[in-house]
């Protein structure tokens, strides 16, 4: 089946770095990706949505120019967390549609931890 | 108002019990639903998807779309210790293929 791959699985940064997220589909190919942020103990919310080659569109108060998100190939898409902040500290996921309906893919995650 | 909402629970059931999960949602052009099952510090996985209204079984789990009311429903019978989870609603709305996701339902399955 399709699978996305997500790196790294957990972060630990200290303020103010770059932290870097890699999704890659392993066996399809990705022309859109979505990346979403978790906070403990809430649910999924979409930060922004990438198609390769183009601009990514980031959902209404995600500030775009913190979460940089490159869709450079169609196997890979990144989101780059830039001068990370404590409260930056979440769950992230990217996933791929593969088919209709049900064929969305999720990567297994990435835990970023800003001290 | 959320475009896709959840009781967040936690909605406790003894082994061997039905649990039943509920989920509404605003964008009446929504067409399709899905149920994910989420462990902590994990990514969801699907557990059933439903486009069409009525019933879906898909062994243990039963899903329910009743797009006149807006309602999507998810019932897990014979409920396991391993069911133990959250389980998030989503749907796909009618302007495109991104997934709102509900708040989350946190099922406890006692033994």
């Known amino acids: 089946g399709a699978v996305v791959s997500q790196h790294p699985s957990r972060v630990i940064c200290k303020s103010g770095t770059s932290v870097k997220i890699e999704c890659r589909s392993l066996d399809f190919q990705a022309t859109t990706m979505f990346w979403y942020r978790q906070f403990p103990k809430q649910s999924l919310m979409l930060m922004a949505t990438?198609?390769?080659?183009?601009?990514?569109?980031?959902e209404q108060g995600v500030e775009k120019d913190k979460f940089l998100i490159n869709h450079a190939s169609l196997t890979l898409s990144t989101l780059t967390v830039t001068s990370a902040h404590p409260e930056d500290s979440s769950f992230y996921i990217c996933?791929?549609?593969?088919?209709?309906?049900?064929?969305?893919?999720f990567g297994s995650g990435t835990r970023l931890t800003v001290v | 108002q959320k475009e896709v909402e959840q009781n967040s629970g936690p909605l406790s059931v003894p082994e061997g019990a039905i649990a039943s999960l509920n989920c509404t949602y605003s964008d009446r052009g929504s067409q399709s639903f899905f149920w994910y099952r989420q462990y902590s510090g994990k990514s969801p996985e699907l557990i059933m998807f439903?486009?069409?209204?009525g019933d879906k079984e898909d062994g243990r789990f039963t899903a329910q779309l009743n797009k006149a009311s807006q309602y999507v429903s998810l019932l897990i019978r014979d409920s396991q210790p391993s069911d133990s989870a959250t389980y998030l609603c989503a749907g796909i709305g009618a302007a495109g293929n991104k997934l709102t996701f509900g708040g989350g339902t946190r099922v406890l399955v006692k033994p």
């Open positions: 990438s198609n390769e080659g183009s601009k990514a569109t980031y």
């Open positions: 996933s791929a549609p593969t088919d209709s309906y049900y064929g969305y893919t």
């Open positions: 439903i486009y069409s209204n």
